[in-house]
């Protein structure tokens, strides 16, 4: 019986390992009030038409490289190298839309990889009312490519 009940404790430790892999969360830049990283979905309504969603692969261990497919509602400019970061720009006049990113695999400083399928949705809007300050999410242009990344 005590072997059943140590095999049980092991089983349900692999199974909180496993919950804690990486996963991509994101942010609206550009928008009337600060923002926190969240996954898998962020909105918020925009100081302009001319907003951006920011995608983070967040995880325990040091990355060398990240994989990642991505998508938009509308036309803009994706700077997804092979970094940690992921951002979409919206070109569009469009006052809302949308945009999503996933990281497929990634490859960690210690040698080690792993296959994913963590996505983050944003979605956006250029609101009405009174526009203190804007903020806007400033990440350095190095974290978006491997050679380089912020901790």
Known sequence: MKAYLLLAAMGLGVISLSSQAATVECVISGTPTPQE???PVCASPTTSTASSVVFRLNTSKPVAEVSWTYQSQHSGRWDCRNGQYCRFSNYSSSPSGSA???ATRVLYKDGTWENLNSCAYGSY????GPILKPFNVDVPEAAFSSEQLID
């Open 37 to 39: 990283w969240s996954s």
């Open 100 to 102: 999503e990113a996933c």
């Open 125 to 128: 809007w250029h609101g009405s």
